[in-house]
C-alpha cells in the first residue's frame, strides 16, 4: 500500500539531522530571521552512543550565545585535566586551566541533555521548525541541483522544498550517498565496545583512559554510574564473543580494579554495543544546492573526543557565511565551497593527528606489541608543563576556532 503524501512544505533552509551540527546551525540560522526546517528520524534525543563532550571551544560559542549560564544548570561533570594511565603508571597529557576560555574545562553532558536544550532555544524563534520521526529517505534533484528532500513519516511521505539542504545525518549519511558525493576512507585500527557500570562513593572522580597490554578502558563519570568504552582491534567482536563475557570482565577488572566488584553487572552482550569506528571525508562537500557538515561532511575518530565539536565549529562557519546569501536568495555553490574551505584546514590536521595517534600508540597498545610503557611523544608531553598546555589548546580549542556573528546574539 503506497505511504499517504503529505501538503509538501516549501523553507529557505532544509536540514537533514537533528545532531549537535544540524541543531546548532537550525539555532544560529533561526536566530538571525532565516526560515529553517530541521528532519530528525527519531522520536527523541535518546540514544545508545552519542558523544558527551563539549570542549572549551563549544562552551566558549555558548557563552557568545549568551546561553553559557543556563547551559551549565543542566548535571555535567567537569575535566580540567586530560590523563592516561599505562598500567599503573599515571600521565597527565592535556592542562585546560590555562586556556583563554570563559570554561577552562570539558564538560561531560549527556547529548540528549544538550540537543534538548539547543531545541527548546531554537523553538523560541518563529522561523524555526523540527520535525522529529521524519526520516529522509532521497534528495530531489532537478537541473543538476538538489531542491529539496523526501522524508516518511507517521502522518505520511513529506517532500521538503529548500533553496538549501543541508545534509547533517552523520556518517552514514542518506543525504551525501544519494548526492553522489565521494567519501576519502582513512582508516581506523580500532571498534569501541560502549557499555554503563555502577558508580559508587569512593570511586575517583576523574575521567580517565587506561592503558593495558592488548587492552584500552576509557571511564566516563556520569555521576551515578561509569559510561565506559572498552577498545577491541577492529574486527575482532566476534573473537571477543567466542572468548566469554568473563575474559572481558577479567580485562576491564585488569585496567581498572576498582570495577571488580560490579562488573558481573555486565551479565549479557545486549548491554554492550559496538561502535564501529570510521574516519573518513568527503572530498567535495557540497554541489548546487547541498552543503554536508559534521560527520556527514568528516567522521572523526573517537581520539580525543573532539567529533562533536568539529561539527558545532561546521554549523558557526556555515550560519556565519551563508546567513546573508539565504536571506537575500542569492544563495550559489562559491558560497558553500566558502564553507569547505574554511573547515577543511582543521578538519585535516585534527584527523591527521588523531591518525598519528591510532597507529603509533593505539594500534600498538590493542595489538599488546611491547612492553606497557608511555610512548616516548606522551612522556615528553607529561613531563613540560608547554606542552601539556598545547595538547590541551588542540583538544580543547582546536584549528582556526569559529565565533557568533551577529545578528545571532540574543538581545
Not at 534538548?116 to 523540527?130: I, N, Q, S, V, W
Not at 567519501?183 to 587506561?210: C, M
Amino acid at each position: 500500500m503506497a505511504m499517504e503524501r503529505m501538503e509538501p512544505l516549501s523553507t529557505r533552509c532544509c536540514i537533514v539531522g537533528g545532531g549537535p551540527a544540524g541543531m546548532m546551525l537550525g539555532l544560529l540560522l533561526a536566530r538571525a530571521g532565516i526560515e529553517v526546517v530541521v528532519l530528525e528520524k527519531h522520536a527523541d534525543f535518546l540514544r545508545d552512543f552519542r558523544g558527551d563532550t563539549l570542549h572549551p571551544s563549544t562552551l566558549e560559542l555558548m557563552h557568545e550565545l549568551g546561553l553559557l549560564e543556563e547551559l551549565l544548570k543542566l548535571p555535567h561533570q567537569e575535566i580540567t585535566e586530560l590523563k592516561l594511565w599505562f598500567g599503573t603508571t599515571e600521565l597527565t597529557v592535556g592542562d585546560f586551566t590555562h586556556l583563554p576560555t570563559h570554561c577552562r574545562f570539558i564538560a561531560l553532558m549527556p547529548q540528549w541533555d544538550f540537543l534538548d536544550f539547543l531545541a527548546r532555544e531554537a523553538r523560541r524563534c518563529p522561523t524555526f521548525g523540527l520535525r522529529m520521526q521524519a526520516e529522509v529517505t532521497a534528495a530531489i534533484e532537478e537541473a543538476g541541483r538538489i531542491v529539496g528532500v523526501r522524508a516518511d513519516t507517521p502522518d505520511g511521505e513529506l517532500e521538503v522544498r529548500a533553496d538549501l539542504v543541508v545534509g547533517a545525518d552523520g556518517r552514514h549519511s542518506t543525504v551525501r550517498q544519494g548526492a553522489g558525493l565521494a567519501v576519502q576512507e582513512l582508516g581506523a585500527p580500532l571498534d569501541v565496545l560502549w557499555f554503563r557500570l555502577p558508580r559508587f562513593s569512593g570511586d575517583p572522580e576523574e575521567t580517565a583512559i587506561r592503558f593495558g597490554s592488548g587492552q584500552l578502558l576509557v571511564l566516563l563519570n556520569r555521576g551515578e554510574y561509569w559510561q565506559a568504552g572498552y577498545g577491541i582491534a577492529k574486527g575482532s567482536m566476534e573473537e571477543l564473543r567466542a572468548k566469554g563475557l568473563s575474559q572481558l570482565h577479567r580485562h576491564i577488572a585488569e585496567l581498572a580494579p576498582f570495577v571488580r566488584d560490579r562488573v558481573g553487572e555486565l551479565d549479557d552482550w545486549d548491554k554492550i554495543k559496538l561502535l564501529t569506528v570510521r574516519v573518513d571525508r568527503l572530498r567535495h562537500w557540497c554541489r548546487p544546492g547541498l552543503l554536508c557538515i559534521g560527520d556527514a561532511a568528516h567522521a572523526m575518530s573517537p581520539v580525543g573526543g573532539v567529533g562533536i565539536n568539529l561539527a558545532i565549529q561546521d554549523a558557526v562557519a556555515a550560519a556565519n557565511l551563508l546567513t546573508e546569501p539565504l536571506r537575500t536568495r542569492t544563495l550559489a555553490e562559491t558560497h558553500l565551497l566558502r564553507v569547505q574551505r574554511r573547515r577543511e584546514l582543521p578538519t585535516r590536521v585534527i584527523q591527521r593527528l588523531q591518525i598519528l595517534i591510532q597507529n603509533h600508540v593505539i594500534a600498538n597498545v590493542l595489538a599488546g606489541r611491547g612492553r606497557l610503557a608511555p610512548p616516548l611523544l606522551l612522556r615528553v608531553i607529561g613531563r613540560l608543563p608547554w606542552f601539556r598546555r598545547l595538547a590541551a589548546r588542540l583538544v580543547g580549542i582546536g584549528i582556526r576556532p569559529e565565533h557568533i556573528r551577529p545578528p545571532a546574539r540574543r538581545a
